[in-house]
T-cell receptor, first 114, second 114 residues
Framework: SQTIHQWPATLVQPVGSPLSLECTVE??????LYWYRQAAGRGLQLLFY??????ISSEVPQNLSASRPQDRQFILSSKKLLLSDSGFYLC?????????????FGSGTRLTVV | AQSVTQLGSHVSVSEGALVLLRCNYS??????LFWYVQYPNQGLQLLLK??????LVKGINGFEAEFKKSETSFHLTKPSAHMSDAAEYFC????????????FGAGTRLFVKA
């Protein structure tokens, strides 16, 4: 069966420090991968999506970047965190070209920038 | 372009009462529709989905939703609320065009009173 792992679960980082969040998927090949952010009391904001290794699309200009170095690995990064980067970050995967499949989400990372 | 509107950012019901969470969508082609549930500090979990066929779909935890094309709605219901249903619920739509993005609503937080 397919599983998605996301870590760390919580993270407290000072302003100006770097960030690296990792997400890996098991049990499937060539998944579509997504990074979302939830700010407090707000909905889901799509940050990045990827349909293959090295293929990254950015939805919102921001202080973050994403990379997909391997088929089932998706990394969210920042060189210098801002206070506004605080939030709950979710990774998700879906089956390519199957819009009816739905998304499977990881358990999320709570990032607090202080 | 797709869009999703969830009516009511907060809904409060008494334990044992009917749960009704409203969702309206906009889509230029026949949509796929989803409801997800998110418990505190967790990722989203798929509750149910409509793809084709029967317009009344049943999901986990006793929830169901009915696709009404004429009303462009996909409301989520449960006959009798339980305390464990307290969570945030997201409606989502994707289009049957081979696209790889799903649009999420802003979410509705359900409170269940004893």
């Amino acid at each position: 069966s397919q599983t998605i792992h996301q870590w760390p679960a919580t993270l407290v980082q000072p302003v100006g420090s770097p960030l690296s969040l990792e997400c890996t998927v098991e049990g499937t090949s060539n998944p579509n991968l997504y990074w979302y952010r939830q700010a407090a009391g707000r909905g889901l904001q799509l940050l990045f999506y990827s349909v293959g290794i090295g293929q990254i699309s950015s939805e919102v200009p921001q202080n973050l970047s994403a990379s997909r170095p391997q088929d089932r690995q998706f990394i969210l990064s920042s060189k210098k965190l801002l206070l506004s980067d605080s939030g709950f970050y979710l990774c998700a995967w879906s089956v390519p070209r199957l819009a009816n499949y739905g998304y499977t989400f990881g358990s999320g990372t709570r990032l607090t920038v202080v | 372009a797709q869009s999703v509107t969830q009516l009511g950012s907060h809904v409060s019901v008494s334990e044992g009462a009917l749960v009704l969470l409203r969702c309206n969508y906009s889509s230029s082609v026949p949509p796929y529709l989803f409801w997800y549930v998110q418990y505190p500090n967790q990722g989203l979990q798929l509750l149910l989905k409509y793809t084709t066929g029967a317009t009344l779909v049943k999901g986990i935890n006793g929830f169901e939703a009915e696709f009404k094309k004429s009303e462009t709605s996909f409301h989520l219901t449960k006959p009798s609320a339980h305390m464990s249903d307290a969570a945030e619920y997201f409606c989502a739509v994707s289009e049957n065009t081979g696209g790889f993005k799903t649009i999420f609503g802003a979410g509705t937080r359900l409170f269940v009173k004893a």
